[in-house]
């Protein structure tokens, strides 16, 4: 709550943010209290007593040695979470020096684009995209510029249309994700291949964002099987998602050592704290727990997608734990309709359409319920 200024304060001495920042609106979506909350794509189902009490003891082993700075470097984290990657998608596991971690995916991005874009310099992504990446660009002076993904519902991307977009933007970095948020659409790997060659000319960044990549469904890649191929790619992963720790703040990138020794230049002081590093290695060793319940909302994602179409809505196809649909009639008051009855999902992407996250079963029942009421055909 903002402290109540002193009557005689003058406040046209405030000082003056700088461009881009004076007038802007943090980001922020909404949290409130509802039976059903399916905004945010948050695994639903949380750490078991046991998991959570092998946590606690983690952190408070850490905790004792909280007078001191945290391991720097994070080394055990960085090398188990190579194995695990490797575990999960059938790739050689990278050693600690090619996985870097940090307070989530934002800050691994917030990072890539402080060291490699920057005054001069362009990003380019792919619309609709994930709200937070032009932030990234303006925080860090980096120019920021879009092409359009192909037409809904699919929402693809081709290799002639990200081949063209970088001939014509010359960009520093590219974008890519997969599963993009909010379509939830996974990446061709020739769009990735083709990308990160015509980055080369120009020694250019190839990120692709896997943040939902543990929801793809099988059969579908990951962006780490072409890390041996290109030197200029980084892959992105979170433990917010599939891992169910969105409140434990755990990010990490999978690139050549020589870009993660550059991230560590631009990275603040001891970023990543003791308690962090106990509660992510805690994870990874619990991870046949926290990842058991992937396939069930695999299963639940694809009948909601299912239920969404039988009603005739658009619905995108997913490899995500959400579901991006067009409303039959004004989404913002579909958005409010679902709200009034305690589900809360998200007004995102283009106008029209809307994005659920995969809950339980029991909310994913509530939404649909939900939804005939809000949005009737």
């Known amino acids: ?16 943010p700088r461009d881009g920042i004076a007038g802007a609106a943090p980001y922020g979506a909404p949290q409130l209290e509802v039976a059903h909350a399916l905004n945010v794509n948050e695994n639903p189902y949380g750490p078991s007593p046991e998991l959570a009490a092998a946590i606690g003891r983690a952190a408070a082993d850490a905790a004792v040695g909280l007078n001191r700075y945290p391991d720097r470097e994070a080394l055990d984290l960085r090398r188990e979470l190579g194995e695990y990657l490797a575990a999960e998608s ?27 874009g920057g005054p001069g310099r362009t990003a380019l992504g792919f619309t609709p995209h994930y709200s937070m990446y032009p932030e990234y660009a303006r925080d860090t002076y980096t120019a920021w510029v879009t092409a359009e993904r192909g037409p809904a519902p699919e929402f ?13 933007h010359r960009p520093s970095i590219v974008v890519l994700t997969s599963p993009n948020n909010p379509t939830g659409t996974a990446l061709d ?5 083709a990308a ?7 020694r250019g960044l190839l990120v692709v964002d896997e943040a939902y990549g543990e929801f793809r469904r099988d059969g579908v890649p990951s962006a780490l099987t072409l890390l041996p191929e290109h030197a200029n790619l980084v892959v992105s ?26 991230v560590r230049v631009v990275r603040l002081p001891y970023h990543l704290s003791a ?17 058991g319940r992937v396939a069930l909302l695999r299963s639940e994602r694809d ?37 009034d009855r305690g589900v809360l999902i998200r007004a995102v992407g283009p106008a029209g359409w809307l994005r659920v996250s995969v809950g339980t079963p029991e909310d994913n029942a509530a939404f649909r319920t939900a939804l005939e009421e809000a949005d009737p055909r």
Do not use: C
């Open 156 to 168: 693809a991307l081709t290799v002639e249309a990200v081949t063209a977009a970088i001939e014509e």
């Open 90 to 116: 059938g790739v050689p596991a990278p050693p600690a020096e090619a996985v870097w971690a940090a307070n989530g995916s934002n800050e691994v991005m917030h990072q890539l684009l402080l060291a490699y």
């Open 303 to 339: 009948a909601l997608a299912a239920h969404l179409t039988a009603r005739g809505h658009d619905v995108a196809p997913s490899d995500a734990n959400f579901v991006l649909f067009r409303s039959f009639t004004d989404r913002d008051a579909v958005f409010q309709g679902l709200l």
């Open 275 to 291: 308690v962090t590093q106990a509660v992510a290695r805690t994870a990874l060793a619990h991870r046949e727990e926290l990842l």
């Open 1 to 16: 709550m903002p402290l109540n200024p002193a009557p005689s304060l003058d406040r046209t001495a405030l000082p003056v």
């Open 189 to 193: 790997l020739d769009v990735a291949r």
């Open 196 to 202: 990160a060659r015509a980055l080369e000319p120009t």
């Open 237 to 262: 992963r979170t433990m917010s998602k599939a891992f169910a720790l969105a409140g434990a703040r755990l990010g990490y990138l999978v690139a050549d050592p020589a870009i993660v020794d550059t």
